[in-house]
């Protein structure tokens, strides 16, 4: 994978200003993001998946800034998030960050395109 990502504690600060914080239900679309340096996203439960519907089109549309997943977020949603234009996460806090950044490490790269790269991996060979 060529973009990074961050597992972050809750006590993290957010880096610049200023934040914009999302909630699931909100429309990515109708969003202005020029003057916001990160937008946060927020996981309600495990099983809402609208905040990574809310980070393709985020990409999609332009921002570049940081794209922090909040709430109920799982190690194994990690991987996905991170293919999704998320760029870092806090974990809920019964999860560890150290076995999240491991899983991180098992994946170099994958045969779909993603938010970045949005090629699949022979396109992106032949380039």
């Known amino acids: ?26 429309d990515a679309n109708a969003t202005d993001f020029q003057a916001v340096t990160g937008i ?6 495990f099983s809402d998946g609208r905040a990574f519907s809310q980070a393709v089109i ?40 150290a076995h999240g950044r491991r899983l991180m490490q098992h994946y170099s790269g994958f045969y779909q395109g993603d938010i970045r790269p949005t090629a699949p991996r022979f396109a992106q060979a032949s380039a």
């Open 1 to 26: 994978m060529n973009h990074t990502f961050e597992i972050l504690s809750a006590d993290t600060p957010a880096a610049g200003a200023p934040w914009l914080e999302l909630q699931n239900d909100a």
């Open 40 to 45: 946060t996203l927020h996981f309600p439960k």
């Open 58 to 97: 985020l990409r999609r549309r332009g921002f570049a800034g940081d794209i922090r997943a909040i709430g109920d977020v799982l190690i194994d949603q990690l991987v996905q998030m991170q293919r999704c234009g998320f760029s870092s996460a806090v974990l809920r806090a019964d999860q560890d960050a």
